[in-house]
């Protein structure tokens, strides 16, 4: 598992160093690549590189100084380890100033070159995922389609987003915790005109009084942080938890939407749209004592509502499937294979949690399938294997339950038995007329299995 998380280049023009660094490193859990020059290496090194390239100091042609002051026009952030001869101590520091992760000076130490390798690959890791992160933060196809689903709800969440995001009123999120309301929150501005413009979120549950109008207001001193308000100018500010903003903030925020300036600050909202987020507030009551009127209602111009998990279906085994194939590849485990009355647990327990808790839920079903055992049951708080007790107007009707089942068992049987049609229709006791029609009713294709 660690070898496909774990990426080195190495490079030096001395086979026998190179060959011994890449088998040590080996050894230890890398993929280790390897070039017997800088240029053969920035031949093939880009900004995309998951690793760390460790490179001999001196060699011929292109050395590793020069090496790495490319490697630096490339992508900044790629890690380079620098390997020095004796006496180059100086010219490690200079590299190091110039941007080397670090340095190592022969002969040295294996142990510590591979521990060195690693913290520069988790680091490595963690700034490539900030750059999907953001890279998907700001394209509305790839955060729509983070909305997995086929249910009816989500399939109308998606349409009411797109709508939505080509308006330019305030916005209300509402929903239970764990529904994705910051997901939501982040569509709505990528899918609207104000794409690529600032999008800046405050927790308002986060900060206490006098920190929360510093960061939407600023202070006088010559701090050098940017005001939220000046920041989110022509684009979007995003107020988490908004039922938390201090009364005090209340009424300046309202008074700066009346009159779209801040006369004592100078910063204006007329070009700034808000979306606020709240697990607590709903669109058709206000709670004075938690929010004033007037804000709420400039607030909720445009309100909407997020379905909780358990309202949604057969996403549920949707969803807990991709999160456990997800998981069981991060732990170099198989797939756990999901029973009927597994699949029934899933979808009539209550879902407090949410998506959130259906992940942390999929993680231990994964960690106990890589122990030898299975069921869901056991993993399941009590409360959650019963029958949750009837809501009005959102119980899942029994054949949408029945139909989700079927799907369920369909999937399952075609990626345990990876395709194979003939089998899955034995093992099911379906003909195979009947299994094709009921594939494709479910949208199921065979060579997504194969």
């Known amino acids: 598992m660690m070898s496909d998380k774990l990426h080195v280049a190495i490079v030096d023009d001395e086979s026998a160093m190179r060959s011994s660094i890449a088998q040590w490193l080996t050894l230890s859990g890398f993929k280790a690549m390897t070039f017997e020059s800088a240029q053969l290496a920035l031949g093939s090194l880009d900004a995309e590189f998951p690793g760390v390239v460790i490179s001999d100091i001196r060699m011929p042609g292109i050395d590793g100084m020069a090496m790495l002051n490319r490697l630096q026009r490339i992508d900044p952030a790629l890690p380079v380890i620098l390997i020095t001869g004796h006496g180059d101590v100086a010219l490690a520091v200079e590299a190091m100033r110039a941007g080397a992760y670090d340095f190592v000076e022969k002969p040295f130490d294996p142990e510590r070159l591979a521990d060195l390798a690693r913290r520069a690959c988790t680091a490595r890791r963690l700034t490539l995922d900030n750059r ?155 709670d004075p004592d938690v929010i004033r009127e007037d804000l709420f209602f400039r607030l909720s111009a445009l309100h909407l509502s997020i379905p909780p998990l358990r309202d949604r279906g057969e996403d549920i085994l949707m969803l807990f499937n991709r999160f456990c194939r997800r998981f069981a590849d991060d732990y170099g485990s198989d797939t756990p294979e999901v029973s009927a009355d597994d699949a029934a647990r899933l979808i009539q327990a209550p879902w407090p949690g949410n998506i959130r808790q259906l992940i942390n839920l999929a993680e231990r079903a994964v960690l106990q399938k890589r122990r030898g055992e299975s069921g869901l049951a056991n993993l399941l708080p009590s409360e959650d294997l019963t029958l949750p007790m009837p809501r009005a107007n959102v119980e899942t009707p029994l054949k949408e339950q029945v139909e989700a089942f079927e799907k369920m068992l369909i999937d399952t049987a075609l990626r345990r038995n990876r395709g194979a049609v003939s089998t899955v229709m034995n093992e099911l006791a379906l003909p195979r007329r009947t299994l094709n029609e009921k594939m494709a009713k479910y949208g199921l294709v065979r060579a997504e299995y194969l």
Request: charged share 25%; net charge negative.
């Open 132 to 286: 999907n992160l953001r890279r998907e933060l700001s394209d509305g196809s790839v955060l729509l389609r983070k909305l997995v689903g086929s249910s009816e709800v989500i399939e109308r969440l998606r349409e009411t987003i797109l709508d939505l995001a080509q308006a330019d009123g305030h916005v209300l999120i509402t929903g239970e915790t764990g529904t994705g309301k910051s997901l939501i929150a982040h569509a709505l501005h990528a899918c609207g005109p104000r794409k690529g413009r600032p999008f800046v979120t405050i927790n308002c549950a986060a900060m206490d009084a006098d920190a929360l109008e510093r960061k939407l207001y600023g202070t006088h001193d010559d701090s050098g942080e940017k005001p939220a308000l000046i920041e989110a100018d022509g684009g979007t500010l995003c107020l988490e938890n908004i039922e938390d903003l201090p009364p005090s903030l209340q009424a300046r925020l309202v008074a700066d939407m009346i009159s779209e300036v801040d006369v004592e600050a100078g910063l204006s909202l007329r070009n700034i749209r808000v979306i606020s987020i709240s697990s607590k507030l709903s669109a058709e009551t206000c």
